[in-house]
């Protein structure tokens, strides 16, 4: 007769059929969510910029040189020398011309005596005015090409445009006033015409 099996190598296999009978639970690994990259949406062109407006033309002049002059008030003197010189009418006429007007205070720069003796003599004064104006309607853009340029007296002017423009000894302090029969360049120092025979004063530097 068989021994029967001992109750110790019993247990050992009861126990060893239990952990088979169990299932192995394993954990899922987990998962990760795969982000879906955002649609491409093309970019909208910007819009072109409008072109710049083209500044308005300046109003067309409606006086003449000596109205304007007038009209200025700081020609007091130049206006009076005209008259005395019987030029009022020549540049009131249909020109054009181009004016460089000295201002009062440039007058006020002449010895009192010597304007006096000047404003005298209409020969002399009328030379002297003559010497301050140019046939045309010649502009600063013009002026500043031009190296010199003849007067109505008949002799010339000298210019220099390096810095600024300079006639003669004069200094331009404000051009291109419009007139209907031409145009003034406003001068800080009144212009005197060469002696016969002599180059005129150069400009300044």
């Known amino acids: 007769m068989k021994k029967s099996m001992s109750p110790l190598f019993a247990v050992v296999v009861a126990l060893t059929i239990a952990a088979c009978g169990k299932k192995t639970e394993t954990t899922p690994p987990s998962e990760t969510p795969v982000t879906e990259p955002a649609p491409v949406v093309a970019a909208e062109p910007e819009p072109e910029p409008a072109p710049a407006a083209e500044p308005a033309p300046p109003p067309a002049p409606t006086t003449d040189i000596l109205t304007t002059a007038k009209d200025a008030g700081n020609f007091t003197t130049l206006l009076a020398a005209l008259e005395k010189a019987g030029l009022n009418e020549t540049l009131s006429g249909a020109g054009p011309f181009t004016v460089f007007a000295p201002t009062d205070e440039a007058f006020a720069k002449v010895p009192k005596a010597d304007l006096d003796k000047l404003l005298k003599d209409k020969k002399k004064l009328t030379a002297v005015l003559t010497y ?23 002799a010339d002017l000298t210019i220099d445009a390096t810095s600024g423009v300079k006639i003669n000894e004069a200094t331009v302090i404000s051009a291109d006033i419009m007139t209907t029969n031409g145009v003034i360049h406003v ?6 015409p060469p002696k016969a025979g002599k180059a005129p004063k150069k400009a300044a530097s």
């Open 132 to 154: 301050h104006v140019v046939p045309g309607a010649v502009k600063a853009a013009d002026v500043s090409g031009m190296p010199t340029a003849k007067t109505v007296n008949g």
């Open 187 to 192: 001068i800080d120092t009144v212009l005197m």
